[in-house]
Nanobody
Framework: VQLQASGGGLVQAGGSLRLSCVLS??????????MGWFRQAPGKEREHVAD????????HYADFVKGRFTISRDKAKNTVYLQMNSLKPEDTAVYYC???????????WGQGTQVTVSS
């Protein structure tokens, strides 16, 4: 399984970014995988941001992103997205794409993509 994330960058507070992550490998099986995003800020532990079931029917969000971030997926492209709006400096972190058999089994991790929000 390979997870390739992209879309990070530098943005001013209040701005928006959209992260993308492509899942590749034995896609016949992995098309049924849940996917999601975690993040890790400097000096802090990794924390869950959002996840989505294989069919996109159920999503979960951390309280600190509710109303600002939206997770979605394109099954045909094996891609998950994280639309991040109203970004705050405290959203600055490395964002990691994850995947697994369910939203509580997100066992596969991709490389991170840096998101920096300036004040």
């Amino acid at each position: 399984v390979q997870l390739q994330a992209s879309g990070g960058g530098l943005v001013q507070a209040g701005g928006s970014l959209r992260l993308s992550c492509v899942l590749s490998g034995r896609t016949g099986t992995f098309s049924f995988y849940a996917m999601g995003w975690f993040r890790q800020a400097p000096g802090k532990e990794r924390e869950h941001v959002a996840d989505i079931t294989w069919n996109g029917g159920v999503t979960h969000y951390a309280d600190f992103v509710k109303g600002r971030f939206t997770i979605s997926r394109d099954k045909a492209k094996n891609t998950v997205y994280l639309q991040m709006n109203s970004l705050k400096p405290e959203d600055t972190a490395v964002y990691y794409c994850v995947a697994g058999p369910s939203t509580v089994q997100l066992n596969y991790w991709g490389q991170g993509t840096q998101v920096t929000v300036s004040s």
